[in-house]
DNA sequence: ATAGTCATGTAATGAGTTACATGATTGC
DNA sequence: GCAATCATGTAACTCATTACATGACTAT
């Protein structure tokens, strides 16, 4: 039930309408928390129906503005302050290691080298955005920016194992 | 699509019932590939009606035993080589970091606390279960070992992050 | 005019969770 | 006899993905 408090936490920033939260999401959550066009607008339709977000203005071409309730700052401050974290770690890239027995020695050398060399892409492009996040001073980004950090120690590490690991193999 | 995969690779290695492949999959997948016990009758189902698996013997209590098919090796062979893995990130601890903005500078050091706190946690516990998986020389216990080293790199990062993140607001 | 963007929605399907239901067999 | 474990399944619901459908407005 984690999307319906991320178009919380946007709608606290400031009013948007789905439109708007979709291209928000695609700079800012998508790496943490995807969503597809659809899930946004029926979960705002939820929110709204159960009072947590109100439609605040109607705009051209049907637009509407959601903003955010008393009641739906109350939910997503209960959300950030009591609700645990579940971690539910599903990684179809750790699935397969656990298989890597099917395939030749060889092979399986060539998965882990393949996933080093993913963890370098991605550690590449995380540097090549930091660089275009670095300004913002709002919460999103100075709270946006901790979150990337998080994904540059992650791929960092993501590399280290993977070379580890390809080492392993023999 | 993966669990699919999870099921056929552990009868990969031997073949079992549905009830076996439950507690296979708490003490190996569970924590990269999470499975209900119903989410596993109904695909060893799927599975029995496209080919990819048979049902090898009836035992007592309606057991039955399923063995993977010629076909479900060839597709298990497919997954691990060809489909490149699709990593989706989905975390509401990171989603939360978003968000610290809406608290109080103390409650979100306390939010990020908590969280260096539970990777510690999560380090001990690896570290405890690591000397009990040392043994094993199957294939499923090799890879599960290296899976289980990337899940020690990952802990530690976080808490490294966490650790960080907490000094960084202010 | 017409291409591009703004803007919202529905339908179908698949994946995952929780709860319930049922009963056989084994070991003490 | 009884508790524990073995063993399979169904139903209801929520969440997520993909594809489709529709149309208004804006800038050139």
Chains 1, 2 share one sequence.
């Not at 999307?3 to 939260?21: I, K, M, N, T």
């Not at 930091?130 to 979150?147: K, M």
């Not at 998080?150 to 390809?166: I, K």
Request: aromatic share 8%.
């Amino acid at each position: 039930m984690s999307l319906r408090h991320a178009v919380l936490g946007l709608l606290a920033e400031r009013s948007a309408s789905g439109y708007d939260l979709m291209k928000l999401f695609d700079v800012s959550l998508a790496n943490v928390w995807p969503a597809t066009q659809s899930q946004l607008y029926s979960e705002l339709g939820k929110l709204a129906d159960t009072g947590l977000v109100d439609v605040s203005a109607e705009g051209p071409r049907g637009r509407k503005e959601y903003t955010i309730t008393e009641a739906g700052l109350a939910e997503l401050r209960h959300w950030l302050t009591d609700v645990q974290p579940t971690r539910v770690v599903r990684s179809d890239m750790l699935l397969r290691v656990f298989f890597l027995g099917r395939l030749s020695p060889e092979q399986a050398r060539a998965y882990l080298h393949g996933q080093a060399q993913l963890a370098r892409k991605q550690l590449e492009h995380i540097e090549s955005i930091r660089a275009f996040v670095e300004s913002g001073s709002d919460d999103l980004s100075v709270y946006g920016r901790l979150v990337l950090d998080y994904g540059r120690r992650l791929a960092e590490s993501q590399r280290e194992w993977a070379e580890w690991a390809e080492n392993q193999i023999g």
